[in-house]
């Protein structure tokens, strides 16, 4: 995986590999990511279910929870 640094005073541009801790960096990074994702979406499903359960609809609930 590349890395493009940038300096902005110069104008220089340099294009290079990860350095082996960068790499784990980011693969920590997606890990993490991914998880707060699948998070997010099973929250989701569970408050669908949920409302559909009781019947109401997510207007409804707020309504309720005011």
Do not use: C, H, N, W
């Amino acid at each position: 995986m590349k890395i493009r640094e940038v300096f902005v005073l110069t104008g220089e541009v340099i294009d290079r590999d990860m350095t082996p801790d960068e790499l784990a960096q980011r693969k920590l990074d997606d890990d993490k990511y991914k998880a707060e994702q699948e998070k997010i979406k099973e929250t989701a499903t569970a408050k669908s279910a949920l409302l559909d359960k009781l019947g109401i609809t997510a207007e409804e609930a707020a309504l309720l929870l005011s």
